[in-house]
């Protein structure tokens, strides 16, 4: 059990304890002149408009007041810092990286892209082969198709967290890349967004992904080992073909469906843990040449069938609503839900109960209060199975009772509930608790 205490005054900061049951807690403290211009000046200026479509190496357009990189001498060497405005300083902003702006720039070695830009075009940085970093500002949402494609130089690459569109072939072909954390805003992998990263020897899906695109890790050859989420439930044709050093898969179990071919000439492929019933297979999803140990749930269906049956299977026994969970964590089904892995504060009880990743460090990202005038509110996840969650007040935590509060039914599309109390009292605590 874990329990959220909350605390209003009518003078003074509020305060939030949240304690987890079992284990140490942690304290934060929420504080409550004008002149003519002659014809000739004028013409001036207007010529000047008319020709402010360079500056130094960059060519650009103004369409609304913001700018659009759209070239660069495909000759350029070293490394490029893109002006925040254009012309620098006096200039309008740069929002956009256009289409092929700075494609075939082979002799880049860096580009930092400003605090600004929005919007990444198709093309943008293809072929840029010689580039080893990049700078992606918070604030882009947007990187289009084949935007990185073949920059092989890149060995890492971090996807900022404003980012909710991911091109097809986005990064086709960086066989550089070592690793690659995809933020939580992107929701789906296009088609061969990763394919031919050769060098890519582990990625993280977010659980906000909900389907993996045809060929999104083809040819991924360092790859070893991938755990698909709870969110996704979709897997494209060839996703994985080819990856022939990847060892061992874990399925979550909201995927329903398997494209064709899509763990084909995985030959060192050799567990799988599949925590669901059986998803719809295309043709020759995996390698009929090898074969892999299967690790499934006994209370689970449809592994009865070809191809399911031609391989050795394990079971893991009866499932519970938190194994699953567990196993696509790296935890094993043992595990005691009261563990503070990373001993931020937070138990794995509390991590499940409100949908959150148990590896990050959870101290800042418990429900927080909001005052509402007279009246104060807590919202938090509600979703997760097994798990009944609670709200409890009391105007004294001397006298320990605990009076429920009614939550908000039913809970809302993100599966978060809200409890309402009164502040009109001299001193309140909230507590939520969670039990499983």
């Known amino acids: 059990m874990t329990t959220t205490h909350i605390r209003p005054r009518t003078a003074g900061p509020l305060t939030v304890l949240l304690s987890a049951t079992g284990q140490a807690g942690f304290n934060t403290r929420v504080a409550g002149k004008s002149r003519w211009l002659e014809p000739l000046a004028i013409l001036c200026c207007m010529v000047n408009a008319l020709s402010a479509d360079t500056?130094?190496?960059?060519?650009?357009?103004?369409?609304?007041?913001?700018?659009?990189?759209?070239?660069?001498?495909?000759?350029?060497?070293?490394?490029?810092?893109?002006?925040?405005?254009?012309?620098?300083?006096?200039?309008?902003?740069?929002?956009?990286?256009?289409?092929?702006a700075f494609s075939d720039c082979g002799g880049l070695t860096s580009v930092t892209i400003p605090v600004g830009v929005t919007h990444i075009?198709?093309?943008?940085?293809?072929?840029?082969?010689?580039?080893?970093?990049?700078?992606?500002?918070?604030?882009?949402?947007?990187?289009?198709?084949?935007?990185?494609?073949?920059?092989?130089?890149?060995?890492?690459m971090t996807i900022p967290s404003s980012v909710t569109h991911i091109g097809v072939n986005a990064f086709q072909g960086c066989s550089g890349l070592t690793s690659v954390k995809i933020p939580t805003s992107v929701t789906s992998i296009g088609v061969e967004t990763f394919a031919g990263c050769s060098g890519l020897t582990s990625v993280k899906i977010p659980t906000s992904v909900t389907s993996i695109g045809d060929r999104?890790?083809?040819?991924?050859?360092?790859?070893?080992?991938?755990?698909?989420?709870?969110?996704?439930t979709s897997i494209g044709a060839s996703a994985f073909q080819n990856c022939i050093g990847l060892t061992s898969v874990m399925i979550a179990p909201s995927v329903t469906s398997i494209g064709d071919y899509a763990f084909a000439s995985c030959g060192a492929l050799s567990t799988m843990h599949c925590l669901g019933n059986a998803p719809a297979l295309g043709t020759n999803v995996f390698d009929s040449s090898k074969t892999f140990t299967l690790y499934r749930f006994a209370d689970k269906t449809?592994?009865?069938?070809?191809?399911?049956?031609?391989?050795?299977?394990?079971?893991?026994?009866?499932?519970?609503?938190?194994?699953?969970?567990?196993?696509?964590?790296?935890?094993?089904?043992?595990?005691?839900l009261l563990t503070d892995s990373n001993n931020d504060g937070v138990n794995l009880l509390m991590a499940y109960a409100l949908n959150l990743d148990p590896h990050a460090n959870l101290s800042g990202s418990m429900p927080q209060p909001v005052i509402d005038g007279t009246h104060m509110h807590l919202t938090f996840y509600a979703g997760s199975a097994g798990v009944t969650y609670a709200v409890e007040t009391s105007t004294d935590m001397k006298d320990r009772t605990w009076t429920n509060v009614p939550l908000s039914d039913p809970p809302d599309a993100n599966q978060c509930r809200t409890a309402t109390v009164d502040r009109n009292v001299p001193s309140r605590f909230m507590r939520l608790v969670v039990r499983y």
């Open 55 to 100: 500056y130094g190496l960059f060519t650009y357009t103004v369409n609304g007041g913001e700018v659009t990189i759209t070239g660069y001498p495909t000759d350029a060497e070293g490394a490029v810092v893109i002006p925040a405005k254009l012309p620098p300083d006096i200039g309008n902003p740069v929002t956009r990286i256009g289409d092929a």
């Open 121 to 156: 075009g198709n093309n943008a940085f293809y072929y840029c082969y010689g580039m080893t970093n990049v700078t992606i500002p918070d604030g882009v949402t947007h990187i289009g198709d084949f935007a990185f494609s073949y920059c092989e130089g890149l060995t890492s």
């Open 216 to 232: 999104a890790f083809g040819d991924c050859s360092a790859l070893a080992s991938v755990t698909i989420p709870a969110g996704v």
């Open 302 to 336: 449809g592994f009865d069938v070809v191809p399911w049956t031609a391989y050795p299977y394990v079971s893991l026994g009866d499932s519970t609503p938190v194994a699953p969970w567990l196993l696509l964590n790296g935890f094993t089904l043992t595990t005691d």
